[in-house]
């Protein structure tokens, strides 16, 4: 638990390093990821370093499914690529911290265990206003417990 927080502590002091120069948003999320096929839910940061590079940390809560509940902390770095109209594509990559608890033990006298990874993977971006947009993102994580992730989500730019 120690290193859940520590790492979501990170990402936190890592959106506001300088907070004066970038455009900040906020996306709240839903979405599924392959292994074990579980649905999530969650929030993700962006802060524009540059015009075109951001950050972007994110914590998903899944759902249970067989007895596994899971806590996902990801911190990617995106590169915008504005097109015509109001969409945005970019590809990502990052690190990642997948934490799962069993509901029971599993054998070895622990209830949980946390994989670390890293993330590649890309989204599209709708702008419907100046301050609103619409997000998917999709992801593979490589780690012990390699899986795929699609995520849609509803952002507010600040």
């Given at each position: 638990?120690?290193?859940?927080?520590f790492?979501?502590?990170?990402?936190?002091?890592?959106?506001?390093?300088?907070?004066?120069?970038?455009?900040?948003?906020?996306?709240?999320?839903?979405?599924?990821?392959?292994?074990?096929?579980?649905?999530?839910?969650?929030?993700?940061?962006?802060?524009?370093?540059?015009?075109?590079?951001?950050?972007?940390?994110?914590?998903?809560?899944?759902?249970?499914?067989?007895?596994?509940?899971?806590?996902?902390?990801?911190?990617?770095?995106?590169?915008?690529?504005?097109?015509?109209?109001?969409?945005?594509?970019?590809?990502?990559a990052?690190?990642?911290?997948?934490?799962?608890?069993?509901?029971?033990?599993?054998?070895?006298?622990?209830?949980?265990?946390?994989?670390?990874?890293?993330?590649?993977?890309?989204?599209?971006?709708?702008?419907?206003?100046?301050?609103?947009?619409?997000?998917?993102?999709?992801?593979?994580?490589?780690?012990?417990?390699?899986?795929?992730?699609?995520?849609?989500?509803?952002?507010?730019k600040?």
């Open positions: 638990m120690k290193k859940v927080l790492v979501f502590m990170f990402a936190l002091l890592a959106i506001g390093v300088q907070a004066q120069q970038g455009e900040k948003s906020g996306v709240l999320q839903a979405g599924y990821q392959s292994d074990p096929g579980r649905l999530m839910i969650g929030a993700e940061g962006r802060y524009n370093i540059t015009n075109n590079i951001r950050i972007a940390p994110d914590v998903m809560f899944l759902f249970p499914k067989n007895k596994v509940t899971g806590l996902d902390i990801n911190v990617n770095a995106h590169y915008v690529f504005p097109l015509e109209g109001n969409v945005s594509v970019f590809p990502l990052g690190l990642a911290m997948l934490n799962n608890r069993y509901s029971g033990s599993n054998g070895s006298g622990s209830n949980g265990f946390t994989n670390w990874g890293f993330n590649l993977g890309g989204g599209l971006e709708y702008n419907l206003s100046s301050n609103t947009f619409l997000n998917l993102e999709m992801k593979y994580t490589f780690s012990d417990a390699d899986h795929f992730t699609v995520g849609f989500g509803y952002g507010v600040f």
